[in-house]
């Protein structure tokens, strides 16, 4: 099929998903936010500060920067491959991870235009999969820092994934949250995601928060590292690895680098440097092997390009320079897109490649600070199947591959997935227990891959005791 064809099959579908990235919109800031928070601690703010006043900020997080920490672990070849680990993992005591950045700002938005008694705001939806992070991290920052605002929040959980018991955890913390209304399929969340994206009675919260404020705070992440390269605290990079799921984080870094040499940042100056993403999706590595996805289709949203096209677009009708072609520039020359149909696997959990790497993190692999010239054992990472083991196999092959020729590369991990698998205050394990037939299976069918986080879950059969000791309480509804 041509790519015409294919790009005229997915117009309305194209429309549609348009629609839901605009639904979160931009707000201007609220008095109270201008009180409260720091705004020179948020990376983008401060070498923007245009923004400030354009658009709303919370910090959320409890740990920025976050740390960059080095890694090593033995490859299958017995080379010992080093790498640096940028601990997005350890933003937030509550529920870390990367959306701890994409909720900064669209939260703040949400807070705002509430705020200001704008009308058909909620109620607020946001849509993922089973195993999403999103969808977790909206319900538990929600319920930390704007309760009152938002005393329900639909989670809509669209696609059945390979089971796997990391996104089995997933499922429960929202189960742990009575905020959280969870939509189990299509049936019960069409309505309220329908009704706000095509008639602006309520407000969606696109897949993977892929949306122009959600992005901006991966940009700010992005000049965060720049900032620590600078400050001697990390190395200069050859290669930053990611997953790709929705585009949202691995359009703010390719934005965030067009940014920081704008600003003459001292950082991203190798000559051997790229972004390099590995998609998680197997629908859409199809897509990007035979279209060119991520950089052809660049008014479909979940592509990269067009991801970059709607937050500079975003951040230039606020003030800030226009990065657009800049962006494009760095994603054109500088960025790889691992689409590979043995590493990506199925969505959901490991392929075997990823389920291979992660396994040898676990025999062999130190996470670890150099403080004063001694290494300093720090909590290890979390190869999560779903997201970050994909990026980190393909990161130790290149190590590998670099190691064969005599030449070390120097990578820079992106850990996306949280460090903290919360349970708030309701009894998750009550509800999972009275759960659809098929949603129960699934979770009893998703084994524990990691030897460092044993547990399992059988609604059927089990009990809380066998998953709880991977889960943190927090004190939020």
Same mark, same amino acid.
């Given at each position: ?87 997005? &993992? ?75 018991? &990391? ?53 700010? +992440? ?30 703010? @870094? ?77 994603? +054109? ?9 043995? @590493? ?37 990472? %979390? ?30 991990? %992106? ?13 998750? %394990? ?11 299976? %699934?979770?009893?069918?998703?084994? +524990? ?29």
């Amino acid at each position: 099929m041509s790519f015409a064809v294919m790009r005229q099959l997915f117009t309305p579908l194209s429309s549609t998903l348009q629609r839901m990235q605009q639904s979160v919109g931009v707000a201007p800031p609220t008095q109270a936010m201008l009180d409260e928070e720091d705004h020179d601690s948020c990376p983008l703010l401060r070498h923007l500060p245009m923004l400030k006043q354009k658009i709303a900020y919370r910090a959320l997080g409890d740990r920025f920067p976050t740390p960059i920490h080095e890694a090593s672990v033995q490859s299958a070849a017995g080379f010992r491959c080093h790498f640096y680990v940028k601990r997005e &993992d350890l933003s937030s005591g509550l529920y870390g991870g990367n959306k701890v950045r994409t909720l900064q700002f669209q939260l703040a938005v949400l807070e705002a235009r509430l705020s200001c008694g704008e009308p058909h705001v909620l109620p607020l939806t946001v849509i993922g999969t089973y195993g999403s992070n999103q969808n977790v991290a909206t319900v538990v920052h929600a319920a930390s820092r704007i309760p009152a605002l938002l005393p329900s929040i639909n989670v809509a959980m669209t696609e059945p994934e390979v089971p796997d018991l &990391d996104s089995a955890l997933n499922v429960l913390s929202i189960l742990s949250f009575t905020r959280a209304k969870p939509l189990f399929n299509l049936l019960p969340t069409l309505p309220p995601v329908l009704r706000a994206t095509f008639l602006g009675k309520g407000t969606v919260i696109m897949l993977g928060g892929n949306t122009p404020s959600g992005c901006m705070g991966q940009v700010s +992440a992005l000049l965060e590292l720049a900032m620590q390269i600078e400050a001697g605290e990390a190395p200069d990079p050859d290669r930053i690895y990611l997953a790709i799921g929705s585009s949202c984080t691995v359009s703010g @870094l390719i934005i965030g680098v067009a940014l920081s040499r704008h600003l003459g940042l001292k950082a991203f100056a190798s000559g051997e440097f790229k972004i390099c993403g590995v998609i998680i999706h197997h629908l859409l590595a199809g897509l990007q092997r035979n279209f060119d996805f991520h950089r052809k289709w660049q008014d479909t949203p979940l592509s990269i390009a067009q991801t970059i096209r709607a937050t500079c677009g975003t951040m230039a009708s606020l003030g800030a320079p226009d990065l657009t072609e800049k962006a494009l520039k760095v994603l +054109a020359d500088e960025v790889e897109i691992n689409d590979d149909k043995g @590493l990506c696997g199925k969505y959901g959990g490991h392929s075997e490649l990823s389920r291979k790497a992660a396994g040898l993190y676990d025999t062999s692999g130190k996470t670890y600070s150099m403080e004063s010239g001694v290494e300093v054992p720090q909590k290890p990472i %979390w190869l999560c199947g779903h997201f970050v083991a994909k990026p980190f196999a393909s990161m130790i092959d290149a190590i590998e591959a670099s190691s064969l020729r005599g030449e070390q590369l120097k990578c820079i991990l %992106w850990q996306t997935k949280s460090a903290v698998q919360p349970r708030g205050n309701a009894d998750e %394990w009550e509800k999972a227990t009275r759960m659809p037939h098929a949603l129960k299976t %699934w979770m009893t069918e998703g084994k +524990a891959e990691s030897s460092l986080r044993p547990g399992s879950i059988d609604p059927f059969s089990g009990t809380a005791a066998d998953y709880r000791s991977g889960m943190t309480a927090v004190n939020l509804d």
